[in-house]
């Protein structure tokens, strides 16, 4: 349903942040994008997003195809009733508003008639118990873990068909980790598709079909997840360089 | 007591005027952070339009016609010259405004020539007697009004998908556009509802017991600037309680003016800017405003 060919992005008229990438997500995909900080992960999801522009970058070559629509040069506000949306990364949830007020708010951006709305924020708040206890809250006096539910579920208001998550797990406890992970399988099985970035890989490669590996800007290693879990190349390339030689022979 | 009674209560119906002016300023502030100067002048706007109409077509069909054109000229300036530089720091946004304010300004003062414009209101001269004190109708239907805005500005920021929009892009205008707000149609609509207010606004400045519209309606309403940096630039409700204190103690300045002679004359055209300063030194951001932080 997605498909990223040989895109090339730059910011400004000389820092290069993508070169030649190019990825594709099918229907019902979960796919993993890993990178270490400064990759260009966040970089792919502006393209995809349509927000370069708020970064002073732009989009020199390539295409970005989304069910058949070149999403090129198209707003953000397009996009999003296109079907695809994104969770950005460090939630960057409107902490002056309410809970309710968050979901609210993303429904009237996607468009979603008010009826419909209050169907789409039952389906949130069943994924997502704990956020309709505190629906009358400021979003701001939600913990972390909350915070990151609500910055999904208010992705989810607009329907998407295609989920993009931008570091779900960054910041979080190991345990809020684990159930970001079974949130994604959660939304998954709903139908929803997801392309996932991360730096947590474990978790990733755990809940993902296949993955894609990038470093300096480029891909540097694709295939199924599982695979690449297995891999030492994974971990050489993205967690630099191989692991410590050991010290065998070396006096205790 | 009655003197300062009546001065109390003519300060607070002028200075709704003055907050009526100051809430579109912070609309416009809070969706942009751009102080826009060109508010001033629209306020004249507003009263020439009603003051040229009225007269062929009656006062209620004037306002009607006014109303949605002075938000319409105000949501254009946005449209066609602020929100093409998205990306530029407001302060650039802010000079532009000086600019737009300078060309319709000197058309509007052309125009206008040395005439007063006078506006043929309903209340005409008519003063309530409030016992204690009395007050024109004007300046009362105009407290009034600031009430029956402040309400209905509440339910558009708590109820409406428009204001939840204008409150998420105030705070994140990356977030929302991937939410798919667009940033350009909510600062719009808040220009658009700026330059309504401020027409509005224009219409009881230039009423009794003031002389009808001259340009100085434009130097009399950026009175509420320091209104609006006493209220804090931000919040809404600053705006509100800025303009009152600010007309409040214009009146008290007038009143008292042979206790206050040794100041000099005209020391009650000063006082707004006194009281700014004031609070400025206390507290930079406002009674209301929220404190700038930065992260060191």
Redo the contacts between chains.
């Keep these: 349903m997605l498909k990223v060919t040989q895109l090339h992005v730059r910011y400004g008229t000389s820092v290069t942040a993508l070169t030649d990438v190019s990825l594709g997500v099918g229907e019902g995909e979960v796919v993993a994008v890993l990178g270490a900080n400064g990759a260009g992960k966040s970089t792919l999801l502006r393209a995809l997003s349509g927000t370069l522009p708020h970064h002073g970058g732009q989009v020199t070559r390539g295409s970005i195809e989304f069910e058949g629509r070149d999403l090129l040069g198209v707003s953000p506000r397009r996009i999003v009733r296109a079907g695809l949306i994104q969770s950005p990364e460090g939630r960057r949830i409107f902490k002056g508003l309410s809970v309710e007020e968050n979901l609210r708010v993303a429904a009237a951006g996607a468009g979603i008639p008010t009826r419909h709305a209050a169907t789409v924020r039952r389906t949130v708040w069943d994924l997502f118990p704990r956020l309709e206890q505190r629906r009358e809250q400021s979003a701001g006096l939600l913990s972390g873990g909350e915070q990151q539910m609500l910055a999904i579920g208010r992705a989810l208001m607009a329907q998407p068909r295609l989920l993009l998550l931008d570091e779900p797990s960054l910041g979080l406890a190991p345990q809020m980790v684990d159930s970001v992970g079974a949130i994604i399988e959660e939304i998954h099985r709903r139908g929803t598709s997801v392309l996932l970035v991360e730096q947590n890989a474990a978790m990733a490669l755990a809940v993902s079909d296949r993955a894609v590996v990038l470093a300096s800007g480029s891909v540097c290693a694709t295939g199924p997840a599982d695979h690449l879990a297995a891999s030492d190349e994974l971990r050489d390339l993205y967690l630099g360089g191989t692991p410590a030689p050991t010290l065998d022979g070396a006096p205790q | 007591m009655s003197h300062l009674t009546s001065l109390l209560l003519n300060g607070l119906s002028t200075g709704a005027v003055y907050a009526l002016i100051a809430l579109g300023l912070v609309l416009i502030y809070k969706c942009s952070q751009v102080v826009s100067f060109t508010h001033g002048t629209l306020v004249l706007l507003g009263a020439y339009l009603v003051g040229t109409m009225d007269d062929a077509s009656g006062f209620i069909v004037a306002l009607l016609i006014a109303v949605p054109v002075a938000a319409g000229f105000a949501g254009s300036i946005n449209l066609t010259l602020l929100s093409r530089r ?2 530029a720091p407001p302060v650039s946004l802010a000079i532009l405004t000086i600019g737009i304010d300078l060309v319709v300004l000197s058309v509007l003062t052309q125009q206008l020539g040395s005439n007063v414009l006078n506006i043929s209101h309903p209340w005409g001269e008519t003063r309530w007697d409030l016992g204690v004190a009395s007050m024109s109708a004007n300046r009362g239907i105009a407290l009034l009004m600031v009430a029956a805005v402040a309400v209905s500005l509440y339910l558009i920021f708590t109820r409406s ?2 204001g ?2 204008m ?2 892009v105030s ?12 940033r350009t149609t909510i600062t719009t609509l808040s220009w658009a509802t700026a330059g309504a207010l401020a027409c509005i606004a224009g219409m009881f400045m230039a009423g009794p017991p003031t002389p009808g519209v001259t340009t100085t309606v434009a130097v009399v309403a950026l009175r509420a600037f320091p209104a609006l940096i006493i209220g804090g630039l931000d919040s809404l409700r600053g705006a509100i309680v800025g303009g009152l204190l600010i007309g409040v103690a214009e009146s008290l300045a007038a009143g008292y003016q042979h206790e206050l002679q040794f100041m000099g004359s005209g020391f009650a055209e000063i006082v707004p800017f006194l009281l700014m300063l004031g609070v400025l030194v206390a507290r930079p951001s406002g009674l209301f405003g929220s404190r700038e932080m930065t992260r060191v």
């Design positions: 998205a990306g998908p428009w939840l929009a409150r998420a705070e994140d205008t990356e977030a929302a556009a991937l939410m798919g707000l667009s």
